[in-house]
């Protein structure tokens, strides 16, 4: 079976050092894993996916993510946090049924100023 | 521009009415998706269909129906079977099963 751990249920930063979201996911065959953010009360946006291309995965904003199959892995990252980055992040994998997706519980990214 | 419209943004319904709440997309997308937002949680899939007249049960149908008789529009109608229906609805479609997931902006639905 699929699923996915967001390791950190918020994480709280100062504006300008790094971000570090984890996510580890358990998956039966090789899976596609995306990244979505959503800030309050509105819809999701993604932010990266990976699906068995290159493993560093650039997406938008300046967030990147590795997928590290040795670790079952694919934490987000970003070099300098914004005040805009303030949002909750869900790491998601695709499920045995293709057309289903298996969601983290979310990471809310907290920025300080 | 392409997108996912989700309406109404806000609805308030009395304990046993049924509402509907609509979806509709013009990004040609064949799979479309109902998800439930409840504080705190991951997004929670009600339900979801490949093609035009066909749709299947998420984790969370009870207490829920859908249709999908035109391929932009994709209702979903909580009925008064559905115990506990305070939440954010999301309505999302994709372009095939790899690829990404295109949401709305999302209904939010309490009960007086």
């Known amino acids: 079976a699929q699923s996915v751990t967001q390791l950190d249920s918020h994480v709280s930063v100062s504006e300008g050092t790094p971000v570090l979201l984890r996510c580890n996911y358990s998956s039966s065959y090789s899976p596609s894993l995306f990244w979505y953010v959503q800030h309050p009360n509105k819809g999701l946006q993604l932010l990266l996916k990976y699906t068995s291309a290159a493993t560093l995965v650039k997406g938008i904003n300046g967030f990147e993510a590795e997928f590290k199959k040795s670790e079952t892995s694919f934490h987000l990252t970003k070099p300098s946090a914004h005040m805009s980055d303030a949002a909750e992040y869900f790491c998601?994998?695709?499920?045995?049924?293709?057309?289903?997706?298996?969601w983290g519980a979310g990471t809310k990214l907290i920025i300080k100023p | 521009d392409g997108g996912i419209t989700q309406s109404p943004k806000y609805l308030f319904r009395k304990e046993g009415q049924n509402v509907t709440l609509s979806c509709e997309q013009n990004l040609n997308h064949d799979a479309m998706y109902w998800y439930r937002q409840d504080p705190g949680q991951g997004l929670r899939l009600i339900y979801y269909?490949?093609?035009?007249?066909?749709?299947q049960k998420g984790d969370i149908a009870e207490g829920y129906s859908v249709s999908r008789e035109k391929k932009e529009s994709f209702p979903l109608t909580v009925t008064s079977a559905q115990k506990n229906p305070t939440a954010f609805y999301l309505c999302?479609?994709?372009?095939?099963?790899?690829?990404?997931?295109?949401f709305g902006e999302g209904s939010r639905l309490t009960v007086l």
């Open positions: 999302a479609s994709r372009v095939g099963y790899a690829g990404e997931l295109f």
């Open positions: 998601v994998v695709s499920g045995a049924s293709n057309y289903q997706l298996i």
């Open positions: 269909s490949q093609i035009v007249n066909d749709f």
